[in-house]
T-cell receptor
């Protein structure tokens, strides 16, 4: 079946850049998403990218998409302690369903 | 951006009782809503797709008689966990897509604890 994989943990120092990686299997996905989840809360859409784009930048966030390798990454510049959360990548699948990765727990140390 | 409101945000119920969770799209119409379940420290797993005016489509392994879904209007879908048991304790999250079908907006989630 369809699968989305992420590394589980990432630890960075405040002010550094964070890069969270994701691989997916469904090459027919139209959109790929990055969501942020803080403890006990729902999901917040951070950004998304069309499958025919290579890169999308939105303030501190940069999304890179390598469609050939089915690899998606999220770069957070100047990472702050408030960025500590779990980050999920997701691909859309069959009429609007989202398939999520396991989530990457980002820890930002002061 | 669009808002999806989920209610209640948390609920504790006794084993054997039923619990209803509501998911509303506040400023857009959603012909399709999705229900996900998230266990602690795990990812979101799609449970079912809720279609306005028709029966829900359940993912493999999800008991449709246990997780009743009703999508009576373009702004409201409900998930009822029937005869809840402790193993049903989880975080349930709904999402709705807007008419442009690009973004999926998520509710705040409902923490269900069955005692």
């Amino acid at each position: 079946g369809e699968d989305v994989e992420q590394s589980l943990f990432l630890s960075v120092r405040e002010g550094d850049s964070s890069v969270i990686n994701c691989t997916y299997t469904d090459s027919s996905s139209t959109y790929l998403y990055w969501y942020k989840q803080e403890p006990g809360a729902g999901l917040q859409l951070l950004t998304y990218i069309f499958s025919n784009m290579d890169m999308k930048q939105d303030q501190r966030l940069t999304v890179l998409l390598n469609k050939k390798d089915k690899h998606l990454s999220l770069r957070i510049a100047d990472t702050q302690t408030g960025d500590s959360a779990i980050y999920f990548c997701a691909e859309d699948y069959q009429g609007g369903k989202l398939i999520f990765g396991q989530g990457t727990e980002l820890s930002v140390k002061p | 951006g669009a808002v999806v409101s989920q209610h209640p945000s948390w609920v504790i119920c006794k084993s054997g009782t039923s619990v209803k969770i509501e998911c509303r799209s506040l400023d857009f119409q959603a012909t399709t809503m999705f229900w996900y379940r998230q266990f602690p420290k795990q990812s979101l797993m799609l449970m079912a797709t809720s279609n306005e005016g028709s029966k829900a489509t359940y993912e493999q392994g999800v008991e449709k008689d246990k997780f009743l879904i009703n999508h009576a209007s373009l702004t409201l879908s409900t998930l009822t966990v029937t005869s809840a048991h402790p193993e049903d304790s989880s975080f349930y999250i709904c999402s709705a897509r807007d008419v442009t079908d690009t973004e999926a907006f998520f509710g705040q989630g409902t923490r269900l604890t069955v005692v």
